[in-house]
Nanobody, 125 residues
Framework: QVQLVESGGGSVQSGGSLRLSCAASGYDYSTYYMGWFRQAPGKEREGVASIASGYIASYAESVKGRFTISRDNARNTLYLQMNNLKPEDTGMYYC???????????????????WGQGTQVTVSS
C-alpha cells in the first residue's frame, strides 16, 4: 500500500526558507517520478516541481531559482528546499508519486495516482 507523509511545513517571513520532506513507504519508489504541488485557498492545485526516477527535474516558472527538488531513493524520501519564500508561496503543499519512464516527470496533477495529505506553508510579508 502506497503511503506518503509530508513534513517540514510552517510559518516564515518573506525571504525565509523551509525544507519539505515526503516519506514514502509501501513500495520501492526508485522507478517512480515524484512531484510537489501546492494549493492556496480558493485556487486550483498547481505543480511546483517534479523529479524523474533518473533525477531530471522540472520547475514551475514561479519557483525557478528559489526551489530545489531532490530525492533519496535509498530512503524513499522526496525533498523540496524552498528559499527566498514569498507570500504568494503560501498554501498546502502535497507530494505525489507515480510510476513512469526513467526521464519522465510532470507538473500536471492528473498524471499522479498517489498523494500525501499535505503540509501547510505560510509566508508572511
Amino acid at each position: 500500500q502506497v503511503q506518503l507523509v509530508e513534513s517540514g511545513g510552517g510559518s516564515v517571513q518573506s525571504g525565509g526558507s523551509l525544507r519539505l520532506s515526503c516519506a514514502a513507504s509501501g513500495y520501492d519508489y526508485s522507478t517512480y517520478y515524484m512531484g510537489w504541488f501546492r494549493q492556496a485557498p480558493g485556487k486550483e492545485r498547481e505543480g511546483v516541481a517534479s523529479i524523474a526516477s533518473g533525477y531530471i527535474a522540472s520547475y514551475a516558472e514561479s519557483v525557478k531559482g528559489r526551489f530545489t527538488i531532490s530525492r533519496d531513493n535509498a530512503r524513499n524520501t522526496l525533498y523540496l528546499q524552498m528559499n527566498n519564500l514569498k507570500p504568494e508561496d503560501t498554501g498546502m503543499y502535497y507530494c505525489a508519486v507515480e510510476r513512469g519512464p526513467v526521464h519522465y516527470r510532470s507538473l500536471s496533477s492528473g498524471d499522479y495516482k498517489y498523494w500525501g495529505q499535505g503540509t501547510q506553508v505560510t509566508v508572511s510579508s
